[in-house]
């Protein structure tokens, strides 16, 4: 048993669990960061193909923590968002909504672009570079937590090396599928989406001046996000392209010429000649919702709390307001001489967080079903509602400020302050 208990201990070293102990160390908590990788590993380059697209606010925390500057020289800035439906020849519907860079404006009201598309290792390898400048944190990996003990005064992790952490609180920051929420009997809303998303990256002839676009296919979204330059200088977007899970696995046993032919068929060619790295990777969808976010000296952050849909590019700045939300209700509570781990401490957490994380849960949800098909009636409906929308600045920009994560209780970190 380590002689010294830990503030908090975080099951989960991806990004999630990465940036909350960095958040947490940095606020002066005492801090065990466990993974059964190596984060080495996990932030090395074709570790998982993805982007993130890293709202304004969540850049706010990376800023807050020094974690920006590495990232800004391989981040994206998203200036403008256009969203249609596509047939499968990629061709786009004439009624559709567009967002204006110059309608996203930050809290001094000047213009700011909407988000960053990042690519994940990048990610990582920031973090991993600031965890290793924090001595608040200690990372223990390659490790696995064999199981963990949990009482009302204290709590405490066996790991299979067969050492013993004890701390006051314990933070799943595991996945959808994390062994410590069920382990402790929360459950949770869970369903596929019957989808999986094939994720690559094209390179085009013309360059994408910064626009994403989402474009709803009859099997799902085809999301085409700008990228920095290749150090070739090739023009990059970031591909999620989500199909019925039947059809996604057959694209994806095509050989190299007839995917590419598929790919190409549905990117159209709006940005001249493209092709792909020839690199894919593929995951499934599905939600997960935990019915609630907190138990005894227990904690669930980002998709352990809920995962959702990637159609909105939302699910990893939820974790991020996650994660700003937890650490500013410890430093509070330990500021007062209070328990971090106590029940009315994390139950402040958990009331924070509920209605940003299930309204957005229940809009991802609703997007994918109502747009993830190819239903006359229905697709003439959506069309005409994007157009209706696209007519109402007022609409638009409070849209706008929803996606850079400037609506609603926003903790201090998100507002670009330490707690």
């Not at 138990?295 to 159609?311: E, F, K, S």
């Not at 990893?316 to 029940?343: K, P, S, T």
Request: hydrophobic share 45%; glycine share 10%; charged share 25%.
């Amino acid at each position: 048993m380590d002689s010294h208990p830990f503030d908090l201990a975080i099951a989960g070293a991806g990004l999630n669990g990465s940036l909350l102990a960095l958040a947490a160390g940095e606020a002066g908590l005492d801090v065990a960061l466990i993974d059964r990788v190596p984060p080495a590993v996990l932030a090395a380059a074709g570790a998982d193909g993805r982007t993130t697209a890293v709202a304004y606010t969540s850049k706010l925390v990376f800023e807050a923590l020094g974690a920006w500057e590495e990232i800004a020289p391989e981040a994206e800035p998203i200036r403008d968002i256009r969203i249609s439906d596509a047939g499968y020849d990629g061709r786009a519907s004439p009624l559709f909504l567009h967002f204006d860079h110059r309608e996203a404006v930050d809290e001094r009201g000047k213009t700011a672009p909407m988000g960053w598309i990042v690519e994940n290792h990048v990610l990582r390898t920031a973090l991993l570079h600031r965890l290793a400048a924090c001595p608040k944190v200690e990372i223990v990996a390659p490790e696995e937590v064999a199981e963990t003990e949990r009482t009302q005064d204290r709590a405490e992790i066996r790991l299979k090396s067969g050492r013993r952490i004890a701390t006051r609180l314990i933070a799943s920051a595991e996945g959808r599928l994390g062994a410590m929420r069920e382990e402790a009997g929360i459950g949770a809303q869970n369903w596929s989406y019957g989808q999986i998303a094939i994720v690559l990256v094209a390179h085009h002839e013309r360059p994408h001046r910064g626009v994403a676009q989402e474009r709803f296919l009859p099997g799902g979204p085809f999301a085409i996000l700008p990228m920095t330059d290749g150090p070739d200088g090739t023009h990059r977007s970031s591909i999620v392209w989500t199909e019925r899970t039947e059809i996604a696995r057959r694209l994806l046993e095509l050989d190299e010429t007839r995917f590419q032919a598929e790919f190409a068929r549905r990117f159209g060619d709006h940005l001249g000649r493209v092709g792909t790295s020839g690199q894919r990777w593929s995951y499934p969808l599905r939600l997960v919702h935990a019915h609630r976010y907190v138990d005894t000296r227990l904690v669930l952050v980002g998709d352990a709390a809920h995962g959702i849909h990637p159609i909105a590019g939302q699910g990893y700045n939820l974790g991020v307001r996650d994660i700003a939300a937890l650490v500013e209700v410890l430093v509070d509570a330990r500021r007062l001489g209070l328990d971090v781990g106590a029940a009315d401490t994390l139950e402040r957490y958990a009331q924070w967080r509920r209605t940003d994380n299930f309204s957005m849960v229940a809009s991802t949800d609703l997007l994918t079903w109502l747009f993830s098909n190819d239903i006359k009636p229905l697709r003439l409906a959506r069309d005409l509602g994007l157009a209706a929308v696209n007519r109402v600045p007022p609409l638009r920009r409070f849209l706008v400020r929803h996606a850079m994560g400037l609506v609603g209780d926003l903790p201090k970190l998100v507002r670009g302050q330490r707690p």
